[in-house]
DNA sequence: TAAAATTAAATTGCATACAATCTAACTATA
DNA sequence: TATAGTTAGATTGTATGCAATTTAATTTTA
């Protein structure tokens, strides 16, 4: 029954439904978000935003798990729709402040209505969506 | 304490921390599949056709959760590596079938130790490795 | 304090992802 | 059976994502 090749079963992966559950899910979120012109990236960057104000590249990519490489682009569309500044810290000229405009606060009101949406979408029961949740965030904890 | 916007923290979403999770691990197994010349997209690929042989395109989408757009190019790269073939099909000249070769099947002996080296790096107790699997392949087949 | 090391962003290069479109081939139907 | 519709892949364009490198600024250290 059992062979050796066993563990390079597609279907014997964890690390695979994870990668194709959260493509499918920020799939779903793409009609919503494109309501308000953002991007799932763009999203989460704003959702930083909106909670800090005002964060450094750094500290945002340290939230959001980006580095430099992928987020310099994204705040640089960010601003060009008027949703953030960016600025140079005074006390250290290295470090790139980012903050949000009045544009980009009035937008979360209009985000508000997307986590309820995306919830239909995805139909787990609460008990599952609670482990789901635990189990997520204790291995986000370990990197 | 609870206020209208609380549904847009970070923290409170359920599907950023499965997307940091699934690229974090995908990072861990980058050096693990350096050593057998794949990319996490291309090994996914390679682990059907170690089960399959031989499938076209459109059923490899299916399993992987993939459409041609990013499946052709990896094929591609997959193939001037020797580890597949890439035929019209006979009874249908749409369908493009995609056989493993002798070398493709090769590199799943070099590929039997990956599993196990990226468990470790993910140290989840058992009954959470269960639950984890089992909430992502229910949610999987609701896509 | 001058040089070395470190740090924060930006840049570059490569590999996805995916929507939208295109093309060729097959199927259904009037 | 001619035509409309459908289907499978490939292509195009845009947006990530990340490793590696670069640049400028700051900090450490000899």
């Known amino acids: 029954m059992a062979d050796k090749y066993d563990s390079l079963k597609l279907d014997n992966q964890i690390c695979f439904p994870l990668y194709a559950v959260s493509k499918e899910i920020i799939r779903k979120y793409k009609p919503f978000l494109e309501e308000i012109d953002l991007t799932y990236t763009q999203y989460i960057a704003m959702m930083v935003l909106w909670e800090d104000r005002c964060i450094c590249v ?14 310099t682009p994204v705040l640089k569309t960010l601003e060009k729709k008027g949703y953030l500044t960016r600025r140079r810290s005074d006390e250290d000229e290295r470090v790139l402040n980012v903050e949000v405009t009045e544009e980009g606060m009035k937008l979360r009101d209009r985000a508000l ?3 309820g949406k995306i919830g239909q979408c995805i139909a787990l029961e609460s008990d599952e969506a609670v482990s789901l949740y635990k189990i997520l965030r204790k291995m986000l904890g370990q990197f």
């Open 58 to 71: 750094k500290d945002m990519g340290a939230k959001l798990f980006l580095d430099s490489g992928t987020l």
């Open 113 to 115: 209505d997307v986590p």
